[in-house]
């Protein structure tokens, strides 16, 4: 019998970037789109290309990844986030390869399109997250609330397809200072363990620019090179900010009940 695969797609408000990234996989046998209540055309849009429109709470990317899976039906599994978009070269080498799998779980090599053009260095390229190809009950996620691992079921070791697929990371710098926001509040969990303060701050954030800008060569991306450093500076020295804020508790001033 030929082997089925499910995609799965996470999302919350991203009626800008859904339909490309569905239009990318109308070749998989079902679509899974996990939305966390999304206020917007997100899941208008999904079912209208004929995905299965699952709402689940966010609490944290892994868990959100994790009820993803459960969803899925088919005995393969391919990732793709509202970002991301499938090639034909990976489309047809997926193919190939669950029709002849020498690994249970395989990872996919992502091209970064950012300001315009392909970053080609900063820690983009070649580019990975977790695998994005893999047999249901092969691999699972851990709970960390952002930058989720996986956990491997399987005793096989993990492949690597040839092909790439495109991730748009951000569509506009509104897009690149939200994220900056919303990750360095979800990664102070991460850290917790570690001593906050403003000096640390600076000293973590100057080291992750110069590990992108000039370590990763990120030089070399031009102005797109900067922009990306310069982002990776304020996402982690606000990350650190916001850990010295939890550490320290401040109060506000308290003020008496002034009368006449």
Request: proline letters at 3%; aromatic letters at 16%.
């Amino acid at each position: 019998m030929k082997p089925k695969i499910s995609a799965y797609v996470i999302a919350f408000n991203e009626e800008e970037k859904i339909e490309n990234c569905l239009n990318s996989i109308q070749w998989t046998d079902e679509i899974i789109l996990v939305d966390s209540y999304s206020t917007d055309n997100t899941p208008k849009i999904a079912k209208k290309l004929g995905a299965k429109v699952v709402n689940i709470n966010f609490d944290g990317y892994g868990n959100l990844r994790n009820s993803a899976i459960e969803n899925c039906s088919h005995e393969w599994i391919l990732s793709i986030d509202s970002d991301e978009r499938c090639t034909h070269e990976v489309k047809n080498e997926i193919l190939e390869i669950i029709n002849d799998p020498q690994n249970d779980i395989y990872k996919i090599p992502r091209k970064n399109y950012f300001m315009g053009t392909w970053i080609k260095f900063s820690g983009w390229y070649p580019n990975f997250r977790q695998p994005q190809l893999f047999k249901k009950g092969k691999m699972y996620y851990d709970t960390k609330p952002v930058h989720e691992g996986y956990i491997s079921n399987s005793g096989k070791s993990i492949g690597v397809l040839k092909n790439y697929i495109w991730q748009i990371p951000f569509k506009n710098f509104d897009e690149v200072i939200h994220k900056a926001n919303k990750y360095s509040s979800l990664g102070v969990n991460k850290i917790g363990h570690k001593k906050g303060g403003v000096l640390i701050a600076f000293l973590h954030g100057l080291w992750s620019f110069l590990k992108h800008y000039f370590f990763k060569l990120g030089f070399l991306d031009g102005g797109a090179g900067f922009v990306i450093a310069f982002g990776n500076f304020e996402g982690t020295f606000y990350r650190y900010l916001k850990l010295y804020e939890a550490q320290q508790n401040w109060q506000q001033p308290k003020v008496d009940k002034i009368t006449r």
